[in-house]
């Protein structure tokens, strides 16, 4: 069964260093999303991309954050100056249009 | 506020009983609703979900309930297992592709044998 892949699975970086998460979604699926959950809290969106642009973004999704895909199977989400508040699970999703598909995660620590 | 959460943050039950988790949402112009299954250090998977143009739908084990009324949702068990033991969280959207999931809190479901 497709699945939507992450890596790494746990990303440990000092504050104010730029990260970069990868995600493949699932091959044939148009949208691409990234989520996040602050341990022991809910998940919370960030951001959606669709056709090469971002098509909603929550206000989490500030001028420090950034996707990407740079080819026909990566999907990227990069913190450029991370905070010890973006210490959480990042999770990749795809969907062909409703049902939204989530990967493993990446637990990403900023010390 | 939240557009949508659960009425319990934990919930125990025995191995073999029917187990009922609640969730009430307020935007009254969500469409679309989901059952998300997350156990520990793993991703959210989907369950079950139900447009608003339904009021049940049954899946494997599962049947999802939503009451308009009341903007209520729940997520039916039936003869739970161990495996079932996880956090079940519900989420809602305008029913658009490519649009936010709004998650609740979550319950914690135990399933002792």
């Known amino acids: 069964e497709p699945e939507v892949t992450q890596t790494p699975s746990h990303q440990v970086t000092q504050m104010g260093q730029e990260v970069i998460l990868r995600c493949v979604p699932i091959?044939?699926?148009?949208?691409f999303y990234w989520y996040r959950q602050i341990l022991g809290q809910k998940v919370e969106f960030l951001v959606s991309?669709?056709?090469?642009?971002?098509?909603?973004k929550s206000e989490i999704f500030d001028d420090q954050f950034s996707v990407e895909r740079p080819d026909g199977s990566n999907f990227t989400l990069k913190i450029r100056s991370t905070k010890l508040e973006d210490s959480a699970m990042y999770f990749c999703a795809s969907s062909g249009e409703y049902e939204q598909y989530f990967g493993p995660g990446t637990r990403l620590t900023v010390t | 506020g939240e557009s949508v959460g659960l009425h319990l943050p934990t919930l125990s039950v025995q191995e073999g009983d029917n187990s009922i988790i609640n969730c009430a949402y307020s935007?009254?112009?969500?469409?679309?609703f989901i059952w998300y299954k997350q156990e520990s250090g793993k991703g959210p998977q989907f369950i079950i979900d139900i447009r608003s143009n339904m009021d049940k739908r049954q899946g494997q084990r599962v049947t999802v309930l939503l009451n308009k009324t009341v903007k209520h949702l729940s997520l039916q068990i039936a003869a739970t297992q161990p495996g079932d033991s996880a956090v079940y969280f519900c989420a809602e959207n305008s029913n658009q592709a490519g649009t936010a999931l709004i998650f609740g809190k979550g319950t914690t479901l135990s399933v002792s044998s």
């Open positions: 991309f669709y056709n090469n642009e971002i098509s909603e």
């Open positions: 935007n009254s112009a969500s469409d679309y």
């Open positions: 091959s044939n699926h148009l949208y």
